[in-house]
């Protein structure tokens, strides 16, 4: 459970958004996203060498 104490004079609005950074933070909601469904571990590592592939080739495109 989130807590986040009010400061002094603090309006509602400011609290709420503090609220929203440190939840999405938490990454509870990507979880909750991701165990929708199964994905077999040897999707998710293809997945990552991709990603990885990819980056890499920005990397090097910057330079």
């Keep these: 459970m ?3 104490p ?3 004079g603090e309006n ?3 609290a709420l958004k503090r609220y929203k950074k440190k939840f999405e933070r ?3 909601l990507r979880e909750l ?3 929708q469904q199964f994905t077999k571990p ?3 590592e293809r997945q990552m060498k991709l990603k990885a592939a990819y980056r890499q ?3 090097q495109e910057e330079m």
Excluded: A, P
């Design 26 to 28: 938490t990454g509870v």
């Design 33 to 35: 996203r991701d165990r």
């Design 6 to 8: 009010l400061k002094e």
């Design 12 to 14: 509602i609005e400011r």
């Design 2 to 4: 989130l807590i986040i």
């Design 42 to 44: 040897s999707v998710v």
């Design 57 to 59: 080739k920005m990397q």
